[in-house]
C-alpha cells in the first residue's frame, strides 16, 4: 500500500495494492500491522454502510465525547470525501482537506479523531464503507454546517443545493460549533 499525505499531516489517503488479472482483482482493505506501521491504529469497534444517490451530501458529522476515527472508502461510485480538523490547538485547526474516493481507484481516506467527517455523491449512485474506531453515540454528536463560509469547502456540486437530512441542514457554524479543545491523538492498538 502507499500512503499520500495531504495538506493536513494526520489525515492520509491510502492506495491499496490491487492485484488484477483476467478474472478480476484482490486488494487487501485492511491489515492492523500494516496500517498501524502508517499510524492508523486501531481497535476499529465497528464499520457501516451507507448508499446514496447523487447530490447527497452527509455530515459533517463528529462526536464531542468518544470521539470516532475513521477509515473510509466508497465500494460503489464516487464520493468526494471531506475532513475538517476541529482540534482548537492544532495549526490547522478549521481547515478541511478532501478527495474523491471512488469503485475504480480503490483508495481510502484515513480521518483521525477529532475531525468533522462527510461526503457528497457525484456518481448516479454510490455505497460507503467506513470502519470506526468508537461507537456512534447520538447524544454526543454534532454537524457542522457543510457550507459555513468560513470553512469555504469547495464541494464540486452537480447541482445548486445537495440533498441534505434535517440535521445537516441544520449544523453549526465553526465559530458556534463545539470542538476539541485539546489535541486528539490516534487510539493506540
Do not use: C
Request: charged letters at 20%; proline letters at 8%; aromatic letters at 12%.
Amino acid at each position: 500500500m502507499q500512503i499520500v499525505p495531504t495538506s493536513i499531516p494526520e489525515v492520509v489517503i491510502v492506495e491499496p495494492r490491487v492485484f488484477a488479472d483476467g478474472r478480476g482483482f484482490f486488494l487487501e482493505t485492511y491489515q492492523q500491522s500494516r496500517f498501524a506501521e502508517v499510524g492508523i491504529a486501531g481497535p476499529f469497534v465497528q464499520d457501516n454502510h451507507s448508499g446514496s444517490q447523487q447530490n447527497v451530501l452527509r455530515g459533517l458529522h463528529y462526536q464531542v465525547r468518544q470521539p470516532q476515527g475513521k477509515l473510509v472508502r466508497a465500494i460503489a461510485g464516487t464520493v468526494f470525501d471531506v475532513a475538517v480538523d476541529l482540534r482548537r490547538p492544532s495549526p490547522t485547526f478549521g481547515r478541511w482537506v478532501g478527495a474523491l474516493l471512488s469503485a475504480e481507484n480503490k483508495r481510502q481516506m484515513w480521518v483521525p479523531p477529532g475531525f468533522a467527517h462527510g461526503f457528497y455523491v457525484v456518481s448516479a449512485w454510490a455505497e460507503v464503507i467506513y470502519k470506526v474506531t468508537d461507537y456512534w453515540a447520538p447524544e454526543w454528536e454534532r454537524t457542522l454546517l457543510w457550507n459555513d463560509p468560513q470553512l469555504a469547502i469547495d464541494w464540486p456540486l452537480t447541482a445548486a443545493t445537495p440533498v441534505l437530512a434535517p440535521k445537516d441542514a441544520q449544523g453549526k457554524r465553526l465559530a458556534e460549533a463545539e470542538v476539541y479543545e485539546g489535541m486528539m491523538s490516534a487510539p493506540s492498538a
